[in-house]
């Protein structure tokens, strides 16, 4: 069974700081997503990584795979306010049912201005 | 082109009671995919549906069923409520089984009394 780590559970960061979210998995995949949402809505999608040493970036996030160590980092550079959302990894597994992916629990980041 | 779209957005039922519950996928997306959100377990997997056939399963009761159309809406429904049951259930369409990209719609909120 396939099984998703993250931590931190929880973060609170000062703005203009930057830390990093980690995502560790339990069997071989194939992809690996990063979802953000915000209280009470629905998950918007931040990245899909697909390769070993794939990093993909979009404003002040950086997503990284290491599939050799099961590892996905989110990396957060200079945090802002607006970035305060919980933040989820998601695996599917390469054995097929792409859409049956596995969630991690969850990374509340607060960023305290 | 318009988002996945979940209706009702918010209902409120009875311990015993059924519920359906209904998603609309984006324009030309075949494949839904159902999830469960609570904040004891997290993001779980439900089920996913192409081409009116479902095709994985997570690990959750006969209770929880579901259907899809010739024109990929998709339905999901619960049986015999349990308090549990309460939850935000999101539903994700993707262009074709196996694709890469899942966008989610904004979810319909069940709390059961």
């Known amino acids: 069974e396939l099984k998703v780590e993250q931590n931190p559970l929880f973060l609170s960061m000062q703005e203009g700081k930057n830390y990093t979210i980690y995502c560790n998995y339990s069997?071989?995949?194939?992809?690996l997503y990063w979802y953000r949402q915000d209280p009470g809505k629905s998950l918007e999608s931040l990245f899909v990584?697909?390769?070993?040493?794939a990093v993909k970036q979009e404003g002040r996030l950086m997503a990284s795979l290491d599939t050799k160590a099961r590892l996905s980092t989110l990396h957060i550079t200079a945090a802002v306010h607006d970035l305060s959302a919980t933040y989820f990894c998601?695996?599917?597994?390469?054995?097929?049912?792409?859409?049956?992916?596995?969630f991690g629990t969850g990374t509340k980041l607060q960023v305290i201005p | 082109k318009a988002g996945v779209t979940q209706t009702p957005r918010y209902l409120i039922k009875t311990r015993g009671q059924q519920v359906t519950l209904s998603c609309s996928p984006i324009?030309?997306?075949?494949?839904v995919s159902w999830y469960q959100q609570t904040p004891g377990q997290g993001l779980q997997f439900l089920f996913e549906?192409?081409?009116?056939?479902?095709?994985n399963k997570g690990n959750f009761p006969g209770r929880f069923s579901g259907r899809q159309f010739s024109n990929s809406r998709s339905e999901m429904n619960v049986s015999t409520l349990e308090l549990g049951d309460s939850a935000l259930y999101l539903c994700?369409?993707?262009?074709?089984?196996?694709?890469?990209?899942?966008?989610f719609g904004p979810g319909t909120r069940l709390t059961v009394l």
């Open positions: 998601a695996v599917a597994p390469d054995s097929g049912g792409y859409q049956k992916v596995t």
């Open positions: 069997t071989t995949s194939d992809r």
């Open positions: 994700a369409s993707s262009l074709e089984q196996g694709a890469i990209a899942q966008y």
């Open positions: 990584l697909l390769s070993n040493g």
């Open positions: 324009s030309g997306h075949r494949s």
């Open positions: 549906y192409f081409s009116e056939t479902q095709r």
